[in-house]
Every structure is written in C-alpha cells, then in structure tokens.
C-alpha cells in the first residue's frame, strides 16, 4: 500500500468506524460462537501472495464481527467501561503513523515531554498533593504511563520490594537477599483487584487478602494487627495495596486511617483507584481518595472513564527516584549526553519500548475539557441512580452494596441459582451482557454504565430486559413448584416441565406457538442445564434459548 492508496483507504476506515459505531445498537451486544470458531473460517497457512484490500475489509465482517463483544454497545453493562471517544482514535493514529519508541528523552523529546505535561495536568484535576506533580516537587515526584492498572501495582511493589532489600542489605551485609525474600508479606483487602495477587506471585511476597467491614472497606485497624502479628512472627511487612472503588462493588477503603497505619510502619502505600479515580475530576467526588497524601503511590485508568482508548493508565509517586533505582539500567547503547538532566522513561516502568501514548490523552483533555469530562462523569451516575431506582421498585431484588458512581450491584431474592439463572439467559440472548460477582457468598449481578452516550432510554430498556427474563425464571404454575424447567416459546409463552432432579430429554419441536418438551432418552443434569452445556448435543437445540431449571 503507498501514500495514494492509504489516503483513500484511510477514509475509507474512518468512514467504517464511524458507521460501526453509529450502529453497534443493531449487533447483538455478545457473540453467539463456540471456542474454535475462527479457525475453522481462515485458512491454516498464511497466504503466499498479497491479497486484495477488499477481501482483507470483507473478511472483518464475515470473519471477525462475528466474535466481537461490543464493548461501545448501549446493552454493554460489563466490567467497566472501555474507554473511546473520536480524539482518542484519531491520536492513536498519529502516534502509529509517527511510529517512535519513546523509552528515553533521546529516543524522542515530544514524546516523553508531553508526558510528563500531561500528567501533571490530570494529577492537578484531581488535586493530588503537589508531592506527586513533577514541576510543583521539583522534580521529586512525577507522574508515568504505564500499560495497565495490573503494570501499576507490579511496578509499585516490586519498588516497595527493592527499598527495603536496600535498607536490609544495609544493615546485614553478610546476608544473601534469599534471607529476607522468603520473609516479606503485602497486604490488600478480599475485594483487592485479583492484581494484587498476580503481583505478589511475580514478586514472589506473602500476601496477606484481609477482611473488610460492613461496607466492604479495608480499615486501618485491621491492617495494624495484621502488620503486628507478622512481624512478631518474624516477617518483614513491605507494601499495602487499597483500592478506591473495588471490581466487585465500587467499595472503598479507608485510605485515612491505612494511611496512618503505613505512614507509622514505614510500608509503602499504593492506591488503585483504576476505575473510581478517574471520577475525582468532579469536585463531589474528590473525598473519595482522601488520605492520598500518605500514599507512596496512585494510579488511574483513563481508558477506563475518561474516554481514552486502551491503554493508558497513569501512575504517580511521590519519590520518583525510587522507582527509578529499581528499574535502572543503563547500557551505554541507551545513554546519550542530556542523561541525568531530564527524564528517561525507560526507568520508571518494565517495558523499555514505549508507545507516544500520552498523545490521545491530550487530544481527549482538549477535546473534551475539564467541564467535558465532569459532565460525562456526572452523567453516568446520574444512570447509575436511575437503575438503582428501578430496582428499589421491584420486590423480586435487592440491592448490593452502595451506589456511589457509576456501577449498580442487584440480586434476585432467594437462593444463588435464581440470579445466577437470570444472567446466563439475558447473557445468551445478546440483548445486554453482564458479569457477576459475589459478596459474602451471596451471588449478585453487576449493572456498569459503559456507554459514552448512553442514555436513560438505555437503561429502562435494560431493566426490562431484565424484569422479562425475571418473569420467565420465576413464573409457577403454584406456589409448592420449586423444581421446573421453563423455556420461552417463540411468543414468550412458557413451558415447564416438574421432574425433580434430572431432566430427560428426547426432541424438541419448535412451532410457531409453543416450544414441546418431551421426556426420553437421553439426559442431561441439573447442573448441565444452568450451564447450557447441554446445547451443543443436539442440533435441534441450538434452535432455542438456554433452558432452566432451579
């Protein structure tokens, strides 16, 4: 492809993405495949010859949309948002047409400068202490991008880590680092991202997941006995990880009084506000991380809220030299003469090889503003409330935890299948896609907002969605029938059937009126059934929607 051919096959890409986002509403919102779906559409060795731009552009609608999740759908209520907005694609653009790799000043000055600009902008619109702002500390502090939240919390204990091997080995010349490895714990909550854990299995630490309060908040007094108990036992306590705005529910520990505690032990403190960090751009919200300032480390995800396209997470510290000391390298390959007199980012992370990520992010704050991006914000709660309302309205649910920003957690009332049962039909039916969680055992339902646009006609859609597919799981013929397989027909009637605890099945006629069970043959479990494993036995049955049975 030369110069020509790109100009007009670049329109003709930015003409498709606007399309397909303009329509993705139209897509069913989850794939409707089997694993091995792809391999059986694209041949088994790579061709040997070009091939023409329009079968390549074809195939990604024969081939590919078909095993896409459309994370920009209004009936996305998954995980958390995924950041896109148009000036996030357009930057990613231009820094894969520039194609430099930033990981030192030399590699390309614009590059690592805006970075640091950017980052002292955002760390400002979420009034973080000056401490973590590269120009108000002087330097001391900064700001970096790393990949992703996981990257975050790698670096920050792997930083925790190194600092006190180099006190230890201070103090105790004569031993091995072995010595003390073995002995080091970290700490997080049980709500703790499953991040936390991944760092400590590469970092090789203990690591203690400790209780939460009523409100699924890490306190400080928790933390304290957990740090005394293990260094009476001989163990040498190096980082805590808190989070402000957990996976499972959007909770939020208590960084004041963790902070306290680490602050008094000398323990590195990092705080993941990946997801709800981004919302302290709204005033209203800013409470939400204080007790930042006894933080060593913090970290956002604007590719999760702040319409930036993955990836881009953004991490500050407090002692930049830290971070630096444990990452540096320096091959002279990698030296050039303004060394020591600016930053090399090629210290502050893992990779060496960095994208001109920082570009999209000054493309998205211009854009849209420091009021463009409250706004967004604030909207997107504002539908969290509206769905929140919706469910207080229905006896048949409950609510889970508080509904502070963007996510609503709900469950069917009664036992876990009922709710498990629920989302696996509505998930099947490639209306709306949502995850689940559990909080003290009990199984629950996540609701996120995602969607840019998204609107409250979006949500009462939703809800439903939502409260149809309840209908169909608890509908009974009388009050004593607790063991019913139930299947909407094709106009939404129901049939049941009221064996017990295996479920025979022989054929399924479907007609225009009605869906026919009938008993047989073959079988599948219980357990198979609320699975839906057992579709894939029969042909006839991929005709149809899951079946249930509770």
């Not at 492809?1 to 986002?21: H, P, Q, S, T």
């Not at 390549?56 to 995924?82: K, L, N, T």
């Not at 902008?121 to 939240?149: C, D, H, N, Y």
């Given at each position: 492809?030369?110069a020509e051919?790109?100009?007009?096959?670049g329109?003709?890409?930015?003409?498709?993405?606007?399309?397909?986002?303009d329509?993705?509403?139209?897509?069913?919102?989850?794939?409707?495949?089997?694993?091995g779906?792809?391999?059986?559409m694209?041949?088994?060795?790579?061709?040997?010859q070009?091939?023409?731009?329009?079968?390549i552009?074809?195939?990604?609608?024969?081939?590919?949309?078909?095993g896409v999740?459309?994370?920009?759908?209004?009936?996305?209520?998954?995980?958390?948002?995924?950041?896109?907005?148009?000036?996030?694609?357009?930057?990613?653009?231009?820094?894969?047409?520039?194609?430099?790799?930033?990981?030192?000043?030399?590699?390309?000055?614009?590059c690592?400068?805006?970075?640091?600009?950017?980052l002292?902008?955002?760390?400002?619109?979420?009034?973080?202490?000056?401490?973590?702002?590269?120009?108000?500390?002087?330097?001391?502090?900064?700001?970096?991008?790393?990949?992703?939240?996981?990257?975050?919390?790698?670096v920050a204990?792997?930083?925790?880590?190194?600092?006190?091997?180099?006190?230890?080995?201070?103090e105790?010349?004569?031993?091995?680092?072995?010595?003390?490895?073995?002995?080091?714990?970290?700490?997080?909550?049980?709500?703790?991202?499953?991040?936390?854990?991944?760092?400590?299995?590469?970092?090789?630490?203990?690591?203690?997941?400790?209780?939460?309060?009523?409100?699924?908040?890490?306190?400080?007094?928790?933390l304290?006995?957990?740090?005394?108990n293990?260094?009476?036992?001989?163990?040498?306590?190096?980082?805590?990880g808190?989070?402000?705005?957990?996976?499972?529910?959007c909770?939020?520990?208590?960084?004041?009084?963790?902070?306290?505690?680490?602050?008094?032990?000398d323990?590195?403190?990092?705080?993941?506000?990946?997801?709800?960090?981004?919302?302290?751009?709204?005033?209203?919200?800013?409470?939400?991380?204080?007790?930042?300032?006894y933080?060593?480390?913090?970290?956002?995800?604007?590719?999760?809220?702040?319409?930036?396209?993955?990836?881009?997470?953004c991490?500050w510290?407090?002692?930049?030299?830290?971070?630096?000391?444990?990452?540096n390298?320096?091959?002279?390959?990698?030296q050039?003469?303004?060394t020591?007199?600016?930053?090399?980012?090629?210290?502050w992370?893992?990779?060496?090889s960095?994208?001109?990520?920082?570009l999209?992010?000054?493309?998205?704050?211009?854009?849209?503003?420091?009021?463009?991006?409250?706004?967004?914000i604030?909207?997107?709660?504002?539908?969290?409330?509206?769905?929140?309302y919706?469910?207080?309205?229905d006896?048949?649910?409950?609510?889970?935890?508080?509904?502070?920003?963007?996510?609503?957690?709900?469950?069917?009332?009664?036992?876990?299948?009922?709710?498990e049962?629920?989302?696996?039909?509505?998930?099947?039916?490639?209306?709306?896609?949502?995850?689940?969680?559990?909080?003290?055992?009990?199984?629950?339902?996540?609701?996120?907002?995602?969607?840019?646009n998204a609107?409250?006609?979006?949500?009462?859609?939703?809800?439903?969605?939502?409260?149809?597919?309840?209908?169909?799981?608890?509908?009974?013929?009388?009050?004593?029938?607790?063991?019913?397989?139930?299947?909407?027909?094709?106009?939404g009637?129901?049939?049941?059937?009221?064996?017990?605890?295996?479920?025979?099945?022989?054929?399924?006629?479907?007609?225009?009126?009605?869906?026919?069970?009938?008993?047989?043959?073959?079988?599948?479990?219980?357990?198979?059934?609320?699975?839906?494993r057992?579709?894939g036995?029969?042909?006839?049955?991929?005709?149809?929607?899951?079946?249930?049975?509770?």
């Amino acid at each position: 492809m030369n110069a020509e051919e790109f100009r007009v096959r670049g329109k003709e890409m930015v003409d498709y993405i606007a399309d397909y986002l303009d329509s993705v509403h139209q897509r069913r919102v989850f794939p409707d495949i089997e694993p091995g779906y792809l391999s059986q559409m694209l041949p088994k060795q790579a061709p040997d010859q070009p091939e023409p731009w329009e079968d390549i552009m074809g195939d990604v609608e024969r081939v590919i949309m078909p095993g896409v999740v459309h994370w920009q759908h209004p009936g996305f209520h998954a995980y958390f948002p995924a950041g896109n907005s148009f000036p996030s694609i357009m930057a990613d653009m231009l820094s894969d047409g520039i194609g430099c790799v930033g990981f030192s000043w030399a590699a390309s000055p614009a590059c690592t400068e805006l970075e640091t600009t950017v980052l002292d902008w955002l760390g400002k619109m979420l009034t973080l202490p000056k401490e973590f702002l590269f120009e108000e500390s002087g330097g001391r502090g900064g700001g970096v991008l790393q990949g992703s939240a996981s990257e975050c919390i790698l670096v920050a204990l792997l930083a925790a880590r190194a600092n006190v091997l180099r006190h230890l080995r201070q103090e105790n010349p004569t031993e091995e680092d072995g010595h003390f490895l073995g002995r080091m714990v970290a700490y997080c909550s049980k709500q703790a991202h499953s991040s936390m854990e991944k760092a400590a299995m590469i970092a090789c630490v203990q690591i203690r997941q400790l209780p939460t309060d009523d409100e699924f908040s890490l306190r400080g007094n928790t933390l304290k006995e957990a740090i005394e108990n293990d260094r009476e036992a001989g163990l040498i306590p190096i980082f805590v990880g808190a989070t402000v705005g957990t996976t499972a529910s959007c909770a939020f520990d208590n960084l004041h009084e963790i902070g306290l505690v680490c602050n008094k032990a000398d323990i590195w403190l990092h705080v993941d506000g990946a997801y709800a960090g981004s919302a302290c751009v709204c005033p209203e919200f800013r409470h939400l991380i204080d007790g930042v300032e006894y933080a060593s480390s913090f970290n956002i995800n604007p590719n999760k809220w702040l319409l930036v396209n993955f990836d881009c997470s953004c991490m500050w510290v407090q002692h930049s030299a830290l971070i630096r000391d444990t990452f540096n390298v320096d091959p002279l390959y990698l030296q050039h003469k303004k060394t020591g007199s600016c930053i090399d980012y090629r210290h502050w992370g893992i990779p060496l090889s960095r994208r001109f990520r920082s570009l999209k992010l000054w493309f998205v704050i211009r854009s849209y503003g420091v009021s463009g991006l409250q706004e967004y914000i604030r909207r997107h709660c504002k539908l969290a409330k509206k769905f929140e309302y919706l469910v207080k309205q229905d006896s048949r649910f409950e609510l889970m935890g508080k509904v502070t920003l963007g996510l609503v957690c709900f469950r069917m009332i009664g036992p876990n299948k009922f709710s498990e049962a629920l989302l696996h039909t509505i998930n099947d039916s490639g209306k709306l896609h949502m995850v689940p969680s559990s909080l003290n055992g009990k199984y629950m339902i996540r609701f996120a907002i995602c969607a840019e646009n998204a609107t409250e006609a979006d949500i009462t859609y939703a809800w439903r969605v939502i409260q149809q597919f309840a209908d169909s799981i608890l509908h009974r013929s009388d009050a004593g029938d607790e063991h019913r397989l139930e299947q909407p027909g094709p106009n939404g009637e129901v049939v049941h059937s009221k064996d017990m605890n295996v479920i025979k099945l022989q054929k399924l006629e479907v007609s225009t009126d009605t869906v026919i069970i009938e008993e047989g043959a073959p079988y599948c479990s219980v357990s198979e059934l609320m699975t839906g494993r057992f579709r894939g036995r029969t042909g006839k049955l991929r005709q149809t929607q899951s079946l249930h049975i509770w």
